[in-house]
């Protein structure tokens, strides 16, 4: 694109300060867009590109703009300048004309009948040099005439090619004002999605504080109907040695968690296994089978009473192979996986981490 040389004046100098200042913006500005691209993810991080785009563009906007201002004001300059110099080529016009018209009447040896017309000696080096004035006079006249108008055909060349740098920067601005309207509307959706996904998770949050909360109450109400402590060897002479209820790896630990958007406490009472699918899932002690049915949010469930008031718990199962009241000894099958197992250890009906049971 061609760009502008300004004439020299202190508010163009600081126009054309301005708009350096503006391209530095723009470079930085690049670079940051640049390293948000390479490192946010998700729908925030496309959110926060496309805050930084709109700044970018905002900025690109305005840089289109200040240089046409710029190349607005140099033609109007230029156009300044050819109309003086259209008042000169034709002031010098007249004169050369009127100059012309003397040198006709004097026929064609205009300058030699002057010389020839001086009458005596006395009257000779007067006359040549009157005559000498008259042609240096003439000649620089003439020179001014076609100086004059070379330099106003040059002008006129400069002022296509500046209206032409003006209508470029015209068209640069409205292109960049549709795509910052593009980047506005993209900005909105994505304040939107977000807006939706927060409103999404913020429910998720509350759900699985509900299933929690379903799940707690059922333990207490079957610890409640446990009765008497079962016979048998307390399972807390066998902390830390138990065998795990299947083969998995642990995805996710024991412990309550803080939601980091919405500062909601989401309970976490047991482990998450990652299982291969049909694995079996075997009772980790002895004990009696509390319950074995489907349980909202954890799908078929198996709770097991055993001796020294410990409740094993099993959800996610794929398929249950035991009943309710069934008395299981050490490793029985109680069912198959699925992709995945919950399990948890309470004592004396709180939960504590199952890490520190097995083995």
Known sequence: MLWVCSPVGAEQTDREAELEEIRD????????????????????????????????????????????????????????????????????????????????RLGQQGYLRLFLSIQSEDDLLPGIRQLRYIAKRDRGLLESYLQTQSGLSFKREELSEHGQAVQEWIEVETQRLEQLDVLHKQQARLLKELEQQDRSLSQRSALLVDKERKLANLI??????????????????????????VSGRVVEGFGTRLDPRYKTRIPHNGIELATPSQSEVRVVFPGKVLFAAPFQGYGLTAIIHHPGRVFTLYAGLEELQIRQNDMLSLGQVIGLSSESLYFEIREENQPVNPLEWLR
């Open 25 to 104: 913006q723009i470079t930085v500005l690049r670079s940051r867009l640049n390293q948000v691209r390479q490192q946010a993810t998700g729908l925030r991080g496309e959110l926060t590109q496309t805050e930084l785009a709109l700044e970018l563009q905002e900025k690109r906007l305005i840089e289109a703009r200040r240089a046409r201002e710029l190349a607005e004001e140099s033609l109007l300059e230029l156009q300044a300048e050819i109309d003086d110099l259209e008042v000169r080529l034709g002031e010098l016009r007249v004169q050369l004309r009127d100059r012309l018209i003397d040198l006709h």
């Open 220 to 245: 207490d109400f079957l610890y409640g109907r446990s009765g008497s402590p079962l016979s048998g060897t307390p399972v807390q002479s066998f902390r830390g040695v138990l065998d795990w209820p």
